[in-house]
């Protein structure tokens, strides 16, 4: 086995994920926090890695009283400007939010509560 592979598994596995903070024009950070915008495209001068974490801060000339945190989930330089990374999305969702297109598992209990109530009845 390769121990070059070996030793990069294992500083990945050690290594602390960075904070990066990122001015986010209001178009791309609403885009972001309605769920429609899943990826970033950035210089790549801050040695983005997977599992990194990006605070997008609402920026338009100045700083508006927003921001969002995503993590950084794969990144790719395929057919990108030099220097240039696109970097696939996840947005972190506080305790009392809830996705809009996601399913919380609260849904889920009261759809198999649901469907008890329903088989219940038929039988």
Same mark, same amino acid.
């Given at each position: 086995m390769d121990n070059? %592979? %070996?030793?990069?598994e294992s500083n990945t596995k050690l290594k602390k994920n960075a904070i990066h903070n990122i001015k986010t024009l209001p178009e791309?950070?609403?885009a972001v926090e309605s769920g429609v915008k899943t990826f970033e495209i950035r210089k790549n001068d801050r040695n983005y890695q997977v599992g990194d974490f =990006?605070? %997008?801060h609402k920026w #338009?000339?100045?700083? =508006? #009283?927003?921001s969002q945190t995503v993590e950084i989930t794969y990144i790719t330089d395929y057919e *990108?400007?030099?220097?240039y990374v696109v970097m696939s999305i996840v947005r972190l969702f506080d305790e009392n939010e809830t996705p809009n297109n996601k399913v919380t598992v *609260? #849904?889920?209990?009261d759809q198999l509560g649901t469907l008890k109530k =329903?088989?219940?009845d038929i039988v």
């Open positions: 070059t %592979l %070996l030793k990069s791309y950070y609403n =990006l605070n %997008l #338009d000339g100045e700083y =508006l #009283d927003e *990108q400007a030099p220097g *609260q #849904d889920i209990r =329903l088989i219940g």
